[in-house]
Structure formats: structure tokens, C-alpha cells
């Protein structure tokens, strides 16, 4: 609460400094945000995106993404498959070149950085799920792959989503190699493979707050109910969960009062726990480009971000990618698109602009 007055008193104070030039004898140097980054640091919010260090020898890439965002996470290059190729009996079983630049970028422009993604059932290396491994030695490799990789961040990494999308769409435990086929251990076991990969993840950095991630489970559901039991009891026992990330991957039918409202509602449970909340890979989809598919899309980037600024355990909006160029979704969801704040060539479009506002608005 006290959290949620400063907030407020921080987003009033920005309105008040703007017209005055000063705030409580404050300091005439301080000017109104002209950025994403500006913005949300006045409600204690950062906003930050996916991206790949594959493009940072684009120079309008490394330039919107480090002076627009104060946080940014590997679209794919900390998945399994990409950064732990081959076995451990390789030699040189992890590809580190393209992480550790994604990491240093963050670092160099005082961005955090969040981790994705440690156990997950898609994007794994075939060595992985070809080998025909047992529980136990499936066990050893996954520890030794968490350990590994949180270690070498520790300290870098605030964040990480340590187990992406465990979840069915109606609440049951999804089928992978990490859980029941055969799984680690635990199969038939519920949620304890979770609960066991975070516990390793917290052992090799004591101090990154620990995720799940998943998609569809914004608002009140079936998913979202067995992620909320399942953050409730791990609270209860002292599991080394610190928040749940919520994906946002949607499109214009999100747009009504009634699934808004259920965000709104599933939102404060999570928070009631203690829990952080993180948007973490947000983007709307859309069938074209016409102005009112842009309108109506930026209506909604506002809407999502004037919810979150209502909900003080929200810490973090990642858009997944920031500019139509590389979004993922044409690829995913045929016919479909232009998802992001910024065109195809680093235009602005109206979603950037809604979601600037709805930052700056007292
Ligand atoms: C996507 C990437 O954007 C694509 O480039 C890749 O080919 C597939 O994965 N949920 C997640 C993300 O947690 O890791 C996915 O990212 C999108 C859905």
C-alpha cells in the first residue's frame, strides 16, 4: 500500500513538474519523460522487450531498444536447444557467444535483464529429447543445465522464468520429457518438478526472483486458477517462487470490459500472495494494417497499461519485441501481424504513442 501511494505521489509529482519545474524544492533539471523507459520509471514500473543480440549490428535496433526500455530478455537465445546444443560429455556443450552479448548490452545501458527460459518443453536440443534418457539421468542433466546457466548470470539476471507453460488449458499438468515422459522424478507427482527446478535455480542465485510463465492465464480461468493453487501452497511451504509472469500474446477480441475486468480480478489474487507480477511477453495481434486496426490496437496497449499501473504488485510490461520487423507472430499465427509498438522501420505507431500516454497520464 505504501508501495501504491508512492507511486501515486511519484506520478503526481512528474504532472506538477512538468508545469512548475520543480517538486517539493525539487530540482529544475528534472523534465518530463520522452520515453517508455522515463515514463514507467516514474511509477516504479520498468518496460522493457524481447530481443535477439543477433541485431545489434543494426544501429536504429541497439538505439530504440536501449533508450526506449530499462529491461530486456532473449527472445530464444537462453531456450535449451540454443544455449546447451550438445551433450555434457562435449567438450563444449553450451553456446554462451549470443546470451553473454545480450547480457552485456543490458549491463552497458543500465537495463535489467530477464532470464528465458529454464525448463520448457519446446525449443530443446535433440540430444535432449533424442537420447532416450531415464528419470534419473534426465534429472542430473536438467540440474546441471539450471545450476549452469543461472550461475554464470547470477548477478546479472534479476529475473528468470524458470518453467515456461507447465500448464494445460484446463488446469491438468502438460505432458513433456521434464514431467512425465518419463520427467525427473516426480511423474503423476503434480507440481513438484516445478517446485524442484525452482528450488535448484534458487540454490545457484539466492537473490533472482524465480517465475512461471505461461500463456492464457491472464484472466480468471481454468489455467490461471492451477497456477494460483499451485502459487498458494508453494508460499505457504516456503518454495522459492517470487511472481508469475503472464505472457499477453492477444489480439483485438481481449478488447471488453469483461476480460479486462478478469485480469483485473486474477491480478490482485496473485498479489495477494506477495507475488510479483510481471507482463512478459505482450503483443496484439492483427489481421491488417488498416488505421482502425491500429486505433483499436493502441486502445488496447492502453487499456493494458493503465490496468497495470492500478496494480502495484505489477513491476514489469515486456512487449515480445518492439518493432514489426522480428516479431514472431506472422510466423505463428498465419495472416496475422503488425503486433508491436513500432513498424516494420522503427516507426512510432499509434500503439506507441497510447502506451507513452497511458505512462505519462497523472
Ligand atoms: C517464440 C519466439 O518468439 C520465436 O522466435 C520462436 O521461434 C518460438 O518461440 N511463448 C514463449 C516464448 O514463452 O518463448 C515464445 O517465443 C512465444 C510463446
Redesign the pocket.
Same mark, same amino acid.
Given at each position: 500500500m505504501l508501495q501504491n501511494q508512492n507511486r501515486r505521489w511519484i506520478g503526481s509529482c512528474a504532472v506538477a513538474l512538468a508545469t512548475l519545474a520543480g517538486c517539493g524544492g525539487g530540482n529544475p533539471m528534472i523534465t518530463s519523460p520522452t520515453t517508455l523507459r522515463a515514463a514507467a520509471q516514474r511509477h516504479g514500473l520498468v518496460v522493457g522487450t524481447?530481443a535477439d543480440s543477433g541485431h545489434f549490428s543494426e544501429a536504429q535496433f541497439t538505439s530504440v531498444l536501449s533508450t526506449e526500455y530499462s529491461d530486456l530478455t532473449p !527472445? =530464444?537465445q537462453m531456450?535449451f536447444g540454443p544455449i546447451h546444443p550438445r551433450p555434457d560429455t562435449d567438450p563444449n556443450p553450451y553456446d554462451f557467444a549470443g546470451p553473454d552479448a545480450l547480457v552485456a548490452f543490458g549491463v552497458a545501458h543500465k537495463m535489467k535483464v530477464r532470464g %528465458?527460459?529454464l525448463v &520448457?518443453h519446446? *525449443?530443446l536440443s535433440t540430444w535432449v529429447t533424442g537420447g532416450g534418457f531415464d528419470a534419473t539421468q534426465l534429472s542430473t542433466i536438467l540440474r546441471s543445465h539450471i545450476a549452469t546457466v543461472v550461475g554464470r548470470y547470477a548477478g546479472k539476471i534479476f529475473a528468470w522464468d524458470v518453467v =515456461? !507453460?507447465a500448464f494445460n488449458d484446463d488446469g491438468s499438468i502438460r505432458s513433456t520429457i521434464w514431467y512425465d515422459s518419463p520427467g525427473i522424478g516426480f511423474s503423476g507427482m503434480g507440481t513438484r518438478t516445478i517446485e524442484q527446478s525452482l528450488n535448484w535455480a534458487h540454490l545457484a542465485d539466492p537473490k533472482a526472483k524465480l517465475f512461471y =510463465?505461461d #500463456?492464457g492465464a491472464e484472466t480468471q480461468n481454468s489455467k490461471s486458477d492451477a497456477i494460483y493453487a499451485m502459487a498458494s501452497d508453494f508460499k505457504g511451504r516456503g518454495v522459492p517462487l517470487g511472481g508469475v509472469g503472464f *505472457?499477453f %500474446?492477444v489480439d483485438l477480441g481481449f478488447n471488453n470490459t469483461g476480460t479486462l475486468d478478469s485480469v483485473k480480478a486474477n491480478f490482485a489474487r496473485f498479489a495477494a500472495l506477495g507475488l510479483d507480477i510481471h507482463v512478459t !511477453?505482450l503483443d496484439i495481434r492483427l489481421s491488417d494494417f488498416s488505421a482502425g486496426s491500429l486505433a483499436a490496437q493502441a486502445d488496447l496497449y492502453s487499456k493494458l497499461i493503465a490496468l497495470c499501473r492500478t496494480q502495484p504488485a505489477v513491476k514489469l510490461v515486456q512487449t &515480445?519485441g518492439f518493432t514489426d520487423k522480428y516479431s &514472431?507472430i506472422p #510466423?505463428?499465427f498465419s495472416g496475422m501481424g503488425w503486433a508491436l509498438p513500432f513498424d516494420a522501420d522503427y516507426g512510432k505507431k499509434p500503439a506507441y504513442t497510447a502506451m507513452f500516454n497511458a505512462l505519462t497520464a497523472p
Open positions: 524481447a !527472445e =530464444n531456450k %528465458h527460459t &520448457w519446446s *525449443q =515456461n !507453460e =510463465n #500463456y *505472457q %500474446h !511477453e &515480445w &514472431w #510466423y505463428f
